[in-house]
């Protein structure tokens, strides 16, 4: 799948965020996985890829998301 990753820090105008191709999650018991049609980035986001919020490197940043359950892991209802 492909995902925006932040691998980096820096202003918004360096272009921290990269677009690669990562491995789709497999949904452990319990859990259901999402096709994202689309993504809302957030102040937090914003605060992580600048770096005045420590978070851990590399992330996908991004939860405020539009799309349809995929995948069911095993016990998802």
Not at 4 to 30: C, D, F, N, T
């Amino acid at each position: 799948m492909k995902a925006m990753v932040l691998a980096r820090v820096g202003p918004i105008e360096s272009r921290p965020l990269e677009l690669k191709e990562v491995p789709a999650p497999k949904p452990q018991a319990g859990e259901i996985r999402i096709k994202v049609s689309v993504c809302g980035v957030c102040h937090t986001d914003l605060d992580e890829a600048e770096g005045r919020l420590e978070t851990k490197l590399p992330v996908i940043p991004g939860h405020q998301i539009v799309g349809r359950v995929d995948t069911l892991g095993r016990s998802a209802r």
